[in-house]
């Protein structure tokens, strides 16, 4: 048993230590303690020194801040998503871009941006909430079809369902887009998931469907830590598992939707972090759910300073770099899984 | 506690529990027997909540289960689920402490003492709090039990539903686990209702049973009464034997294997080719184990055995332990203390007297050892002080016909009444109260069966059997009994 203080200590120091290096490397290195200034400065409304370049201002502010705060949040979303969806289905390779939740949202997001959707009132919050819709409707569907296959619902067989409406979903994509006529590449560039050239009004595209998302889930950790031991069991426990796994399927569908939404798909962040998570500090929701979602923030900053340094100035989709950690992790956790049943 | 009125319930529509009414009182522990597929399972899950009725009422502390909300139903019923793998590596105190989700209402209610102490009397109760920091995962499937055992209880339920708890686990396991929820039943007033596969555990730990059959009940009533031959034939279609426990007031069942498998192929006997004679023992072999009743050293009681032993030992003989003498005397010669019947007689073994008696269909082999030299009138005797002297009559009836129990008994009796009258007719007298002796104060008897052939259901002498028995004991003992006296009478002679 490791004391709470250092779980959250540890994640905590390591998300600030991501955000300040990501901040500081680029094509112009900004020094850290001008990123604090910087950053001190804006927050208290006060002027910045003189001593700071004002061209470390515009860069840090303008630049790097939004793109870090946006990976941040896209990787927080996905990974305690991921957390949530592993609890739920009591299956660890369970994760919005292999249950097809992510392509899901992906079609609702590339329908509004291609068709120039945009609904009254919500206005910029069409394309989250078009895809939050569409997400929710792949996962119920994903999930409905696979406990027609197989009752008992097991690992194989939700991952088989999730990989087939990817693939189908995937084409409807497609289709739009030749339907669109529209320049492939960016289309491409931006469905291997990207934060980069987003700004600040991703940001705030997001953060209200995150903090919604995450405290829905953070509501219903220890329904989690019961239905992790299967429905029934759960209900034996005392849970209202109709109710309670609706919830955690609709804030789960947010938190993937709205993340898709601003920075595409972007796999397998929540299926690494809750296992790294669970590996290092144990599997209880209650403190795996947040933990998954500094670490994942922090992971996925990170990922993005590799995704946009390693073969600089070309910028790398940073789904590629995730998925490249990912999908072994993935078959590594497949087959001990099947090792043990 | 526990109120089922006319349910019925199923899946998808199908009725599989069908107008089923019993009620279970606080502290009962309830038994629910019955075939793969007669609604065991289903009715456990309509009790639990999972599953909706179909028609009729379920009541817990008199108050219909639709009418609670899940957690207030889980603060009076808790499930002991069957083992399922798990898929995270939760502590054995954190797996134990979800059990306690129905007591936290809120959603900002925080862990307390009350909790806690709740957590660790359970973990303790149920021996695991040892290991309350490793991970579930690591444990064997009676240490999972027990901690999901653990868990169901720190619910604090009323009543607690148990879907074939003993599902593999060990014979160890099974008693601890049952052992523990019948205490918790008897001394904390926990109402227990189990699903048991097992017709003997139940029988051994149930108050009262409900044996369902294709979603009906069957019987409702005592282990003595549910668990009858007739019944548990008829419903498990299987052949069983009812007997009692040999230590315990509870029925116990015997399964009869078909008989092909069995049986011996042909007819076989025991004659006295089986029998052989030494001056240090008579022995009879029998092929096959016969059924005995018998008042030997070692193998006494009922039972089937294959050798059997009439040791001679000395006249001092005297050991602290001649049970264990016995055993070791058998092994050193090659019986196998299991598979024997072994008595002892200080008498000169030349003097026995067998002989074979043919009945119509069946056919008997009696063998005597016998001395009348302390002989009693068992009307007028005492209890013995100091050192018994070993037996001075035994009497060995081997019968080729199957007897039932009550036979064996009538043998006993018919072959002890022919003994009395030989020692009547010889005037052999109790040498303290002069009346004449009925037998000595150490007498061993025997009766076995090979138990196929003519089946013969009693032995007292209005019968072909008992006359045989009588008769044949009578003429072979009075030989013995003879021999023994002539050679006295020689040796005084001199």
């Known amino acids: ?341 | 506690m526990l109120l089922i009125k006319n349910a019925s319930g199923g899946y998808d529509g199908e009725e599989i529990v069908k107008n089923i009414s019993f009620s279970v009182n606080e502290g009962e522990f309830f038994g629910i027997l019955g075939p793969n597929g007669s609604g065991k399972t289903t009715l456990i899950n309509m009790i639990s909540g999972l599953l909706d009725l179909q028609q009729g009422k379920i009541e817990v502390a008199g108050r219909n289960i639709a009418d609670y909300s899940k957690k207030e139903l889980a603060r009076k019923i808790a499930v002991l689920p069957q083992l399922t793998p798990q898929v995270f590596p939760y502590t054995v105190k954190e797996m134990v402490s979800l059990g306690r989700y129905a007591h936290h209402s809120g959603l900002f209610r925080s862990w307390t003492k009350e909790d806690e102490e709740i957590v660790q009397r359970v973990m303790r109760q149920t021996n695991i709090l040892e290991f309350a920091d490793t991970s579930v995962m690591e444990h064997s499937g009676g240490e999972q039990q027990r901690i999901f055992l653990a868990q169901a209880l720190v619910q604090q339920p009323k009543v607690l539903l148990l879907d074939e708890p003993t599902n593999h686990l060990d014979l160890a396991y099974q008693k601890e686990l049952l052992d523990l929820l019948r205490k918790s039943a008897k001394e904390k007033g926990l109402t227990v209702v189990a699903i048991l596969h097992d017709l003997n555990l139940a029988s051994l730990y149930c108050d009262r049973l409900l044996l369902m059959d294709e979603g009906e009940a069957k019987a409702l009533e005592n282990p003595d009464e549910v668990l009858s031959e007739e019944l548990i034939n008829s419903v498990f279609d299987t052949e069983v034997i009812k007997q009692a426990h040999s230590k315990i007031a509870k029925p116990q069942l015997h399964l009869m294997p078909s008989k092909k498998t069995w049986q011996a192929k042909k007819l076989w006997s025991i004659d006295e080719t089986n029998l052989s004679f030494s001056t240090e023992q008579i022995v009879l072999h029998s092929d096959l184990p016969v059924k005995t009743i018998s008042s030997g050293i070692v193998g006494a009681g009922i039972g089937w055995y294959k050798y059997f032993v009439n040791r001679h030992v000395d006249e001092n003989y005297y050991c602290n332990d001649h049970r264990k003498e016995m055993r070791t005397y058998l092994k050193g010669r090659g019986f196998p203390p299991a598979q024997t019947v072994g008595m002892m007689t200080a008498i000169v073994l030349e003097d026995y007297s067998y002989g074979i008696y043919e009945g119509n269909g069946f056919s008997i082999l009696v063998v005597v050892t016998a001395s009348v030299g302390n002989a009693v009138d068992s009307s007028r005797a005492k209890p013995l002080v100091g050192p018994v002297a070993p037996g001075t009559i035994n009497t060995w009836v081997f019968v080729n016909g199957s007897l039932t129990e009550e036979a064996f008994i009538q043998a006993t009796i018919t072959a002890t009444e022919a003994k009395a009258q030989v020692l009547r007719d010889l005037a052999i007298q109790d040498r303290k109260t002069g009346t004449v002796a009925t037998g000595t104060p150490t007498d061993s008897i025997l009766i076995a069966a090979t138990q196929q052939g003519k089946e013969l259901d009693y032995a007292g002498t209005a019968t072909e059997l008992g006359a045989l028995i009588g008769n044949a004991v009578y003429q072979e003992m009075k030989q013995a009994i003879s021999k023994t006296l002539n050679r006295k009478k020689a040796a005084e002679q001199g």
């Not at chain 1, 779980?7 to 500081?24: E, N, V």
């Not at chain 1, 923030?297 to 340094?309: C, K």
């Open chain 1, 1 to 341: 048993m490791k004391s709470n203080a250092i779980k959250y200590g540890i994640s905590c120091a390591l998300l600030i230590g991501a955000m300040l290096f990501a901040i500081s490397i680029g094509s112009v290195s900004v020094p850290i303690l001008d990123i604090v200034k910087v950053i001190g400065s804006e927050a208290f409304r006060l002027p910045v020194g003189d001593d700071v370049d004002p061209m470390y201002v515009s860069i840090v502010y303008e630049i790097r801040l939004p793109r870090v705060l946006l990976a941040g949040l896209v990787g927080a979303s996905l990974a305690i998503a991921g957390a949530a969806f592993q609890g739920l289905l009591r299956n660890p390779l369970a994760e919005p871009y292999i249950l097809g939740v992510s392509s899901g949202a992906s079609v609702g997001a590339v329908a509004t941006l291609f068709f120039g959707i945009s609904l009254p009132v919500i206005g910029m919050y069409t394309l989250p909430f078009l895809s939050i819709i569409t997400a929710l409707t792949t996962i119920l569907i994903v999930l409905y079809f696979a406990r027609k296959i197989d009752r008992t619902m097991r690992v194989e067989t939700i991952i088989l369902t999730g990989i087939i409406f990817s693939a189908f979903l995937g084409s409807i994509i497609s289709l739009i887009i030749a339907l669109t006529g529209d320049e492939l590449q960016q289309i491409i560039g931006w469905m291997l998931g990207s934060v980069s050239m987003r700004g600040f009004r991703y940001v705030g595209i997001i953060l209200p469907f995150f903090i919604l998302g995450s405290f829905i889930l953070l509501m219903n950790a220890k329904e989690l830590n019961a239905m992790s031991l299967g429905e029934e069991r759960a209900q034996h426990l005392g849970v209202d598992v109709g109710k309670r796994k609706l919830l955690i399927l609709i804030a789960g569908s947010i938190l993937t939707g709205a993340a898709v939404a601003v920075s595409g798909t972007i796999g397998f962040v929540g299926l690494v972090i809750p296992h790294l998570t669970r590996k290092l500090w144990g599997p209880d929701h209650v403190h795996l759910l947040p933990l998954s979602m500094i670490t994942g923030a922090g992971f996925l900053i990170l990922t993005d300073l590799l995704s946009r340094t390693i073969i600089s100035p070309q910028v790398l989709p940073v789904g590629v770099i995730t998925a490249l950690v990912g999908a072994p992790v993935f078959a590594i956790i497949l087959i001990k899984q099947r090792r043990r049943s």
